[in-house]
Nanobody, 116 residues
Framework: QVKLVESGGGLVQPGGSLTLSCQAF????????VSWYRQDPDKGREMVTYIDYSSGSTYYADSVKGRFTISRDNDKNAVFLQMNNLKPEDTALYLCNAYETYKDFWGQGTQVTVSS
């Protein structure tokens, strides 16, 4: 069965850190662009960052640049999102997406809440 499974979300205080994981099952990330999006009822869906799994090139939204880092682990067939210096405005459902031509997979998401 082809699926993406996110994990690592939770409640953290402002200034804290979390690491999210996106694990692929039933396919290999090797030819995909893997992205993290976040979704909030008021703000809608926003692309946070992506990594071209084969080349390693990355992109970051201005809102997270310098605080978030995306990485990959070939052995685990997984992508990670290290989030530092978290702010209340980072609160959202974080979704993993894997895209290749004619193939587009989404996970169910993991909730991140930044609050004191």
């Amino acid at each position: 069965q082809v699926k993406l499974v996110e994990s690592g979300g939770g409640l953290v205080q402002p200034g804290g850190s979390l690491t999210l994981s996106c694990q692929a099952f039933g396919f290999n990330f090797s030819n995909y662009v893997v992205s993290w999006y976040r979704q909030d009822p008021d703000k809608g869906r926003e692309m946070v960052t992506y990594i071209d799994y084969s080349s390693g090139s990355t992109y970051y939204a201005d809102s997270v640049k310098g605080r978030f880092t995306i990485s990959r682990d070939n052995d685990k067939n997984a992508v990670f999102l290290q989030m530092n210096n978290l702010k209340p405005e980072d609160t959202a459902l974080y979704l993993c997406n894997a895209y290749e031509t004619y193939k587009d997979f989404w996970g169910q998401g993991t909730q991140v809440t930044v609050s004191s």
